[in-house]
């Protein structure tokens, strides 16, 4: 009993010191308590966005069918805009923590500097194309002319917010990338934590509050994220963290962009790719109608529920190996990797059972809605049944783009995302008449061959001679 208390405690001391910003001793001691006290404040930080996710759906869901479908639609289409600004935070954090485990503080500011130029550069052409083009890019993608009414200004407000988003995800790859992760978590408490707040004021008109229904949830997600962004730029220039920017790191400095760009290109690439198989999975979805298309959605909601915390194992993963193998100890970075890909596969494995056993009754607390809770029960028992792989597979992409080798994934993500999944996904449910759920089957065999394919390469070891 006494033995179990001290564990328990230990266990508390670690909480808080990880949620408090403490040092995890990147380099040297424990690789289990460094792992631990990077991925805490990482998962906090992805389990605020995926309890924003499942909170708007919530409350999207009583505005009607098609303001379901109008938001599945147009995350859809902003995948693109996710994929860059995950692309350049991936790119960034890989440089970052390169830079500090060769003790190049400056370096890394610097670095941080040239990261948020770029970001102010790619958002421009898209919030442009979403601001004029909403209703085509709607009906592109197979929205019933309902659905382009309801959701225009919706797709049009999140595609204006383009610069905030990529900046909230680049800002905290460079808190990430510096072992700070407990910065990063707290920006996004903050940032969802005002969505959440926000969401029901303004989409259901409580109080003094405007009925502005999905509008409403759109005005919540922009307020919440420029919050977010303003408190990373006050730390960027105010705090007393590992990363602080002066004046004169302002300058334009070609060779770091040049660095950036090669590190960022590649991961883009990597989630364009992926976020381009979505794409073509949901017009093939969209064929099935507006209820195949909500379950798809509300599906896909309750899944980053799980799946964004399990990210931040990976993103520890990332950091983990940049930061060592910028110390020379490859190793290290090596068996680091192995132990967080064993604590995703704990985590996610648990998740699996309790998805596989309550899948209609968690459908059925996002919708009265019989065909979509049908539709969503049977998406999220198909889906489930890849976790495992989902698991280890991640940690496996971020480790490659944490060491710098960006190629690998992005030749993964090519060859089985476009030449496997999106064909086998179109024979499953058009050719052989499987309908979505043939759709559904395809992510779960494409995403294990991917995971199998990954560590494989993984283990050959090119990852760790990557000079960046």
Not at 27 to 41: Q, S
Not at 411 to 439: D, R
Request: proline share 2%; aromatic share 12%; net charge positive.
């Amino acid at each position: 009993m006494k033995t179990l208390l001290n564990k328990i405690v230990s266990l508390w001391n670690i909480f808080r010191l990880a949620v408090g910003g403490g040092e995890a001793n990147i380099l040297e001691g424990n690789i289990n308590r460094a792992i631990i006290l990077l991925a805490i404040p990482m998962i906090l930080e992805m389990v605020m966005e995926s309890l924003f996710a499942v909170v708007d759906i919530y409350f999207v869901s009583s505005v009607g069918v098609n303001a379901i479908a109008a938001v599945g639609l147009t995350e859809s289409l902003m995948t693109i805009t996710y994929s860059l600004g995950w692309g350049l935070a991936m790119g960034t954090t890989a440089l970052v923590s390169r830079r500090i485990g060769e003790g190049d503080i400056r370096g890394a500011a610097i670095s941080a500097v040239q990261a948020i130029y770029l970001g102010i550069i790619i958002s421009a052409p898209l919030m442009a194309i979403g601001i004029f083009y909403a209703g085509d890019l709607l009906a592109m993608m197979g929205a019933q002319k309902p659905v382009v009414e309801e959701g225009m200004v919706y797709t049009q407000l999140l595609f204006a917010s383009n610069l905030i988003i990529i900046l909230l995800f680049l800002i905290n790859g460079v808190f990430r990338g510096a072992g700070d992760a407990a910065l990063a978590m707290r920006t996004l408490i903050i940032s969802n934590g005002i969505n959440i707040v926000l969401d029901p004021l303004l989409i259901l008109g409580v109080g003094p509050f405007p009925e502005l229904g999905l509008k409403g949830a759109a005005i919540a997600t922009i307020i919440g994220r420029s919050t977010g962004v303003s408190y990373q730029f006050y730390h960027l220039f105010k705090s007393k963290g590992i990363i602080k920017i002066h004046r004169e790191y302002w300058k334009w400095q070609i060779d770091v962009v040049k660095k950036l760009i090669k590190l960022s290109a590649e991961v883009t690439a990597q989630f364009i790719i992926g976020s381009a198989s979505w794409i073509f999975l949901m017009r093939i979805i969209s064929t099935f109608g507006s209820n195949a298309l909500a379950g798809y959605t509300v599906t896909l909601r309750v899944l980053i529920f799980t799946i964004l915390p399990a990210w931040g194992f990976s993103n520890a993963a990332a950091t983990m190996v940049g930061q060592n193998l910028g110390a020379k100890q490859p190793d290290r970075a090596e068996k680091a990797v192995r132990q967080t890909g064993l604590f995703n596969l704990i985590f996610m494995g648990a998740v699996m059972i309790i998805y596989l056993i309550f899948s209609r009754e968690i459908a059925d607390f996002f919708t009265d809605d019989i065909e979509v809770i049908s539709s969503a029960a049977e998406c999220l028992f198909i889906l489930s049944l890849g976790y495992l792989f989902y698991a280890y597979g991640m940690v496996l992409v971020q480790a490659f783009n944490g060491a710098g080798d960006t190629r690998t994934p992005t030749y993964m993500h090519f060859f089985i995302f476009w030449l496997i999944q999106i064909p086998l996904a179109y024979l499953l449910a058009i050719k052989f008449g499987f309908n979505s759920s043939g759709v559904y089957w395809a992510i779960v065999i494409t995403e294990s061959i991917f995971t199998i394919v990954g560590y494989f390469l993984f283990k050959r070891g090119r990852w760790k001679t990557i000079k960046i």
